[in-house]
């Protein structure tokens, strides 16, 4: 099979899911609030419903959810504090 995936993970059923760079944006976005947070919280607490949802061993790992984050904040989705 030959796609364009960036990212290829496996539910906890084995069902393989496809995605582009934005795949774990959703998840980030959903720990973000309006209240000031570190970004090292966001980062666990995100990396927690990967895990939750895929199971461990699949996902992005925290230096990816960084990155990410900061794509977000250069977007204008997210504000964050230097």
């Not at 084995?14 to 774990?24: L, M, S």
């Not at 895929?54 to 204008?76: H, K, P, Q, T, W």
Request: glycine content about 12%.
């Amino acid at each position: 099979m030959v796609d364009d995936a960036v990212f290829r993970v496996f539910n906890k059923e084995g069902a393989g899911i496809i995605g582009d760079e934005t795949f774990y944006d959703r998840y980030l976005l959903n720990r973000c609030s309006k209240r000031s947070q570190l970004s090292s919280r966001i980062v666990g607490y995100t990396l927690m419903d990967i895990w939750d949802e895929f199971g461990i061993g699949d996902g992005a790992g925290d230096s990816y959810l960084y990155y990410r984050l900061n794509v977000l904040g250069e977007m204008g989705k997210v504000y964050l504090r230097s």
